[in-house]
Nanobody, 119 residues
Framework: QVQLVESGGGLAQPGGSLRLSCAASGFTFSAFPMSWARQVPGKGLEWVSGIYPDGSETFYSESVKGRFTISRDNAKNTLFLQMNSLKPEDTARYYC????????????WGPGTQVTVSS
């Protein structure tokens, strides 16, 4: 079965950086687009970024464009999110998904990783 395990979150200062990882198993990782989404308690899920199966195309929300970079290593079944110039409003729990843009019906979530941006 699909298993996604996110890691790399933590506490960062405004302007700082973090690199998130998503270890995937249970499916043919290289055949699927992947994405990152985030959620703040009490708010809806916010799509952050997506990437084609071969990594040839990437997409970003306006709120993170120019600051975050999504990438993947298909040989290691791992998805990444490099987050630079972090802002307090980036504070959220971050999840990876096996689709380009998860809808409300998507249910293959991992535990997520918490990112807190605060001075």
């Amino acid at each position: 079965q699909v298993q996604l395990v996110e890691s790399g979150g933590g506490l960062a200062q405004p302007g700082g950086s973090l690199r998130l990882s998503c270890a995937a198993s249970g499916f043919t990782f290289s055949a699927f687009p992947m994405s990152w989404a985030r959620q703040v308690p009490g708010k809806g899920l916010e799509w952050v970024s997506g990437i084609y199966p071969d990594g040839s195309e990437t997409f970003y929300s306006e709120s993170v464009k120019g600051r975050f970079t999504i990438s993947r290593d298909n040989a290691k079944n791992t998805l990444f999110l490099q987050m630079n110039s972090l802002k307090p409003e980036d504070t959220a729990r971050y999840y990876c998904a096996t689709v380009m843009m998860p809808t409300k019906d998507y249910d293959q979530w991992g535990p997520g990783t918490q990112v807190t941006v605060s001075s």
